[in-house]
């Protein structure tokens, strides 16, 4: 794994920040990588010169070694950037290097790969530590200014060149935001270039990181590299409920989760048939109640009953078959067919209980009408009684 500032590197081996898993400057848990081709030996002569460089916030690009600079994983360099020059460590190298630009569709072509200058130095690397203690205080001022401004921003990141002579400040709106004049105060104030950069809601939690719901960090921040859209249908399909507060991550939109598993649950629904009206049996209407999608059973109730009936979904299309013909089967269920499910019996069960518990003609009306001939009134069953 790739070590960050404070993982320093000593003949070959990252000896590590010795923090027990609490990393002081939060680059240890953000897109790590793992070399599973580190102990196969690779061909000499087709060996890659791309390596693969990380630097804040687990925002990687790839640079070419042409100085054939030896290296190894977790190393600081400095690489070549627009107008300076900045510094990163290497997170990956080799093969696994063509197989991701491979995965990314790099385009070597309309993107010429910068190279790497030398590795750093003790001093490029104290340097650097100066450089990011004036983030944080940029930070703070810079939101002071966009307050005053009132522009309708929100500023999440600044990230100083190593060479201290720009800063790049990550931004996120929901629309277009003339910021000509922030730019002014700020390149007055700090007396560096400003480039500003807008980032989406998914961005900006991958860069600030945290703990999911699942308990877990989240995964824009670890390993998630590209966001796909995801789109309600997809809670839909997997019969979760449509609630926001608990479909939404921390950026406020939807989980990236959801498309998980998202491509099984189209699988096997598949096959089970969509139900737009209700199913037709001598007994009167059954309409769908809900679907179990992996045990392959479809919950069926009658009009005006509490109970439910499960019925296989082989059952359902031979149902569907028989509507289509005009015809009506006499039940839901085969006669020779009986599904033994708990869940059914006790849901019946509870049901019943309900209906006597809450029905208006209580079981003392009941008792009272046994008792009937036994009251002083009934004349006539009095007399047999005393004649016997």
Not at 130 to 149: A, C, G, M
Not at 265 to 289: F, N, R, T
Not at 293 to 299: D, E, L
Request: with cysteine; hydrophobic share 30%.
């Amino acid at each position: 794994m790739a070590g960050c500032s404070s993982c320093a590197t000593e003949e070959g081996k990252t000896s590590g920040c010795n923090n027990n898993g609490g990393c002081s400057t939060g680059g240890c848990n953000k897109m790590n990588v793992f070399d599973w081709l580190s102990n196969m030996d690779m061909p000499t002569d087709n060996k890659s010169n791309v390596v693969e460089v990380r630097f804040k916030n687990g925002h990687k690009e790839f640079y070419k070694n042409a100085e054939e600079v030896e290296l190894i994983t977790g190393d600081a360099v400095i690489v070549d950037v627009p107008n300076g020059h900045h510094m990163g460590y290497i997170s990956m190298q080799g093969e696994l290097v063509r197989l991701q630009m491979l995965k990314k569709k790099y385009n070597v072509k309309k993107d010429p790969l910068r190279k790497i200058y030398r590795k750093a130095s003790q001093k490029d690397i104290e340097k650097y530590e100066d450089v990011k203690k004036r983030e944080s205080p940029t930070l703070f001022r810079t939101r002071q200014i966009i307050t005053d401004l009132g522009l309708q921003m929100k500023l999440s990141d600044v990230e100083y060149q190593a060479d201290n002579t720009k800063a790049i400040f990550y931004y996120s709106a929901e629309d277009r935001v003339d910021f000509r004049e922030l730019i002014k105060l700020l390149a007055g104030e700090f007396r560096i270039r400003v480039e500003m950069k807008q980032i989406s809601l998914r961005q900006e939690a991958s860069r600030l990181g945290g703990i999911g719901s699942c308990g877990r960090e989240l995964c824009c921040s670890t390993w998630l590299s590209e966001f796909k859209s995801v789109s309600t249908s997809a809670a839909r399909y997997q019969n979760l409920s449509l609630n926001p507060s608990k479909l939404s991550g921390q950026c406020g939109r939807l989980k990236c989760c959801l498309n998980y598993e998202l491509q099984t649950y189209m699988d096997a629904l598949s096959d089970i048939p969509k139900i737009e009206e209700s199913l037709k049996i001598e007994k009167g209407k059954a309409y769908l109640q809900k679907t179990d999608i992996f045990k392959r059973i479809m919950w069926f109730g009658y009009q005006g009953e509490n109970a439910w009936h499960p019925i296989p979904v082989a059952r359902v299309n031979e149902i569907l078959a028989l509507n289509k013909q005009g015809k009506k089967p006499v039940t839901l269920l085969e006669d020779d067919f009986e599904i033994k499910d708990d869940t059914s019996k006790a849901l019946n069960s509870d049901l019943a209980r309900m209906d006597k518990k809450y029905s208006k003609k209580g079981g003392a009306n009941k008792s009272n009408k046994k008792r009937r001939p036994y009251k002083k009134g009934n004349r006539k069953f009095s007399n047999k009684k005393k004649s016997e």
